[in-house]
Nanobody
């Protein structure tokens, strides 16, 4: 069963807006305490973008503050990332992740997410060009 499927990537102009979605399986949605977005640009390491826990607490990477918003649509089992004022540094493959509930301990998003992420989507690519 495919657990996480991202959508919404594509090309955007500098300063533009993009909305990414990640649809989770019912099981993954219900079991997960923490869900998040990561990104990886070519030649760079994967980095945290935004995380949200089951209580709705949010942590954003410093580059995402005041520009990106993470939210959950519980009716659709969907994790959303709203990206505003996109710039060239945001060009990357964005991947959705879910911890699937208690597991191996980890420290993600400044301690918001206490377990490693067991489920990962395949990613959706964003390019930024004028």
């Amino acid at each position: 069963e495919v657990e996480l499927v991202e959508s919404g990537g594509g090309s955007v102009q500098p300063g533009g807006t993009l909305r990414l979605s990640c649809e989770a399986s019912e099981r993954t949605w219900k079991l997960s305490f923490c869900m998040a977005w990561f990104r990886q640009a070519p030649g760079k390491e994967r980095e945290e973008v935004a995380g949200i826990d089951a209580d709705g607490k949010i942590k954003l990477a410093s580059f995402a503050k005041n520009r990106f918003t993470i939210s959950k649509d519980n009716d659709k089992n969907t994790l959303i990332l709203e990206m505003n004022d996109v710039d060239s540094y945001d060009a990357a493959t964005y991947t959705c992740a879910a911890d699937g509930g208690p597991g191996r301990q980890g420290t993600w998003f400044y301690g918001l997410c206490p377990w490693d992420f067991r489920y990962w989507g395949r990613g959706t690519q964003i390019t930024v060009s004028s």
